[in-house]
């Protein structure tokens, strides 16, 4: 995966974060190797959903 398509991801989520006052920089979260199991994130709103 290319460094640019990471700092994408986590500012497409980070946006919608943005609103409830936490701001990260995407260049320390693909530092940190922080990363978003897209997978798991549908399954829980499928749970909360129900």
Do not use: C
């Amino acid at each position: 995966m290319s460094f640019d398509k990471e700092i994408y991801h986590h500012q497409e989520w980070l946006g919608l974060i943005q609103p409830v006052g936490l701001v990260v920089a995407p260049p320390a979260l693909v530092r940190a190797q922080a990363y978003i199991d897209s997978a798991y994130t549908i399954e829980l709103q499928q749970r909360l959903l129900n």
